[in-house]
């Protein structure tokens, strides 16, 4: 029962997680994430950029949602056990022109103590 326990407050952590980034609230986004969080980034290809910390991941969030003021994440499905996540997903953005694009990918994501410690994230293509 302790296992069911830590799942459902895992899949908790990670709808607030997901709300909080779909709002931009970058204050919620790093309420949401350990002190020392690792997020790894889906650019630059191959492997994506690694960012360590709460100082560095606020740096990230920030200049994401400044670069991308409409962006949408949209959860297609979750996996969740324990303290463990897997979320595939569809981001979706406006172009500079007025088009609309998206990706689709997966995150791996950890959780501890009530709080993101990892957000592994991966893009198809």
């Not at 962006?71 to 088009?99: K, L, P």
């Not at 609309?100 to 993101?116: A, E, N, T």
């Amino acid at each position: 029962m302790q296992e069911v326990a830590q799942t459902t407050s895992t899949v908790e952590v990670i709808n607030q997680f997901n709300d909080a980034f779909n709002r931009h609230d970058v204050q919620a986004v790093m309420d949401l994430m350990t002190e020392d969080c690792v997020f790894d980034n889906t650019y630059p290809p191959p492997d994506g950029e690694r960012f360590e910390g709460q100082e560095a991941g606020r740096h990230f969030w920030e200049e994401f949602f400044r670069s991308s003021p409409d962006a949408v994440f949209q959860s297609e499905e979750m996996i969740a056990h324990g303290d463990r996540c897997v979320i595939r997903w569809r981001y979706n953005w406006t172009n500079a022109d007025g088009s609309r694009g998206h990706i689709r990918g997966v995150d791996v994501l950890r959780v501890r103590d009530g709080k993101v410690a990892e957000k592994l994230a991966y893009v198809k293509g």
